[in-house]
């Protein structure tokens, strides 16, 4: 028994040296100020909360190993009640969180580059639109027609729903007062309206987004004006030799759900820039088609290499 209890208290210990490593791993990230490369800042209150909590549950993990208390838990019915799990899978279970741990501290971080981005691909915020249209006019005809809705629903799935004695009683109405939730077309139509009367449209981290979608959704608006911005060179496949999208990530929420966010532009000498090259350009605002797309593009006049921002990410606020 007393083999058993030591194996028991040695878990508990380990477990709260997991949980004191990602502690100090989350300081040490909110202390180098590289915690926006993995999570938007709408998140960093979440991210306060778990030092707190994960701290606390440490201290008291390491704590109880070596309480006497914890021998209660044996008795003298002969019966094992404590952990029992074999060296290997115990090895196992705590390496998946050991190695993150041991990564965070060791490994630099790493900005996500034009090798994601060409992963992921290049849409333009124009594509995006119709696609959310078509997705609005879909829900809002649904809304207006629950039965259509059901209708399509059973030529899916056969009788199967409706057959089953499990099936949830879905009412076929909304309630009542209840309405579709619009972007807010207020916030872009005010921006945009800046945007147009500045002599030189300067695209900063907070309106980044904002202004790549505004600019993407209504090219012939800003055909002429001049534009200045930062970000990275990336480029498609199919592009030209002049051709290349000056891009940045943006995050939602984290680096899971990054997007890239970017405009075209074109240069005589564009091959001098490789990719992942963080440029800053000033221009003037053409439109092309690329693939069905009409877009904006930015005949650049005045480019120069930068060092990556601090903060290489930009994010949607409102």
């Not at 490369?37 to 030092?51: D, E, G, L, T």
């Not at 629950?146 to 949830?168: H, K």
């Not at 440029?279 to 605002?285: A, E, L, M, P, Y």
Request: charged share 25%; aromatic share 12%; glycine share 6%.
């Amino acid at each position: 028994m007393e083999d058993q209890l030591n194996k028991t208290k040695f878990h508990i210990y380990i477990r709260g040296i997991i949980l004191i490593g990602f502690t100090l791993l989350m300081v040490k990230l909110v202390i180098t100020g590289k915690l926006d490369h993995f999570i938007a800042p709408k998140m960093v209150p979440f991210i306060y909360f778990s030092i707190i909590v994960f701290l606390f549950l440490g201290v008291m993990q390491i704590w109880r190993s070596g309480s006497k208390k914890i021998a209660e838990i044996y008795c003298d019915c002969g019966g094992d009640h404590g952990e029992s799990a074999s060296f290997i899978r115990s090895f196992f279970v705590y390496s998946l969180f050991i190695l993150p741990i041991i990564t965070g501290f060791l490994f630099p971080d790493f900005v996500l580059d034009s090798a994601v981005a060409a992963k992921r691909g290049f849409k333009p915020a124009a594509a995006e639109k119709v696609k959310e249209n078509e997705d609005i006019s879909k829900a809002e005809a649904y809304l207006n027609d629950p039965e259509a809705y059901m209708n399509e629903l059973d030529e899916s799935t056969g009788d199967q729903i409706a057959q089953s004695e499990n099936a949830p009683d879905i009412p076929l109405e909304h309630p009542e007062g209840f309405e579709i939730q619009a972007p807010p077309e207020e916030f872009y139509s005010q921006l945009e309206s800046e945007m147009l009367s500045m002599d030189t449209i300067e695209f900063t981290d907070e309106n980044y987004i904002a202004m790549t979608t505004i600019l993407d959704r209504s090219p012939e608006k800003f055909k002429g004006k001049k534009v200045e911005m930062t970000g990275f060179v990336f480029r498609e496949a199919d592009f030209t030799e002049e051709q290349f999208v000056l891009a940045r990530f943006g995050l939602s929420c984290c680096v899971a759900d990054a997007s890239v966010f970017g405009t075209l532009a074109s240069l005589e000498d564009a091959k001098s820039y490789g990719d992942d090259q963080w440029v800053k350009i000033q221009g003037t605002v053409t439109v092309v088609k690329y693939q069905e797309w009409v877009l904006p593009n930015i005949e650049v006049t005045k480019i120069e290499r930068v060092e990556v921002p601090d903060s290489p990410y930009v994010y949607e606020e409102y």
